[in-house]
């Protein structure tokens, strides 16, 4: 079992900066890709940012330009930098592991406001 803890939402201006930060934990074993989602109310969660180990980091293109994605192998950690956000930005983010074969964990989600 997989245990995904997000950190680091809230409420920010537009134009401000946030970093959201996902700590896994238990039996990490096989991983295919780590990233986030987000789901803003009343629509389908969507893909944010991911990085497949030992393959491409993918963007939305929403977010190209102004998100970046990272991994600290060491700590089992996947970080969202996010910078000029927009109010169309506001969801809750949560984070994604998927194993090589193909089993999905996610976290709790945290919310992402951004609004002046």
């Known amino acids: 079992q997989v245990q995904l803890v997000e950190s680091g939402g809230g409420l920010v201006q537009p134009g401000g900066s946030l970093r959201l930060s996902c700590a896994a934990s238990?039996?990490?074993?096989?991983?295919?890709?780590m990233g986030w989602y987000r789901q803003a109310p009343g629509k389908q969660r969507e893909l944010v940012a991911e990085i497949t180990i030992g393959g491409p980091i993918n963007y939305a293109d929403s977010v190209k330009g102004r998100f970046t994605i990272s991994r600290d192998v060491a700590k089992n950690t996947v970080n969202l930098e996010m910078n000029s956000l927009k109010s169309e930005d506001t969801a809750v983010y949560y984070c994604h592991l998927k194993t090589q074969s193909f089993f999905n964990y996610w976290g709790q989600g945290t919310q992402v406001t951004v609004s002046s």
């Open positions: 238990g039996s990490i074993v096989s991983i295919y890709s």
